[in-house]
């Protein structure tokens, strides 16, 4: 397979590095914040102190992946019923 242009002259290492950079970067910014979230959602209201601890360092740490998706997040606790 040729590739078209100058990406034909990129050498092998430097694919690999950028595939390096493309998938630790889709680990920082969508796969850790994704697997994140869904922990908060299910352990939220049962956690212990160290686990929140944790987890909010987890939050501090992959804090520019968690901001990708908070708008499409919801974290309301589920109530009793519609209020009437």
Not at 21 to 48: A, D, E, I, K, N
Request: net charge positive.
């Amino acid at each position: 397979m040729t590739l078209p242009g100058f990406l034909s002259s990129i050498s092998l290492e430097s694919w690999l590095v950028i595939g390096a950079y493309l998938s630790l970067g889709g680990l920082y910014l969508v796969v850790v914040p994704l697997l994140l979230y869904v922990w908060m959602q299910r352990r939220w209201v049962v956690m212990s102190k160290l686990e929140r601890l944790g987890v909010y360092g987890l939050v501090f740490l992959f804090f520019p992946g968690l901001i990708v998706f908070a708008p499409f997040l919801n974290f309301r606790l589920k109530g009793q019923g519609e209020l009437s």
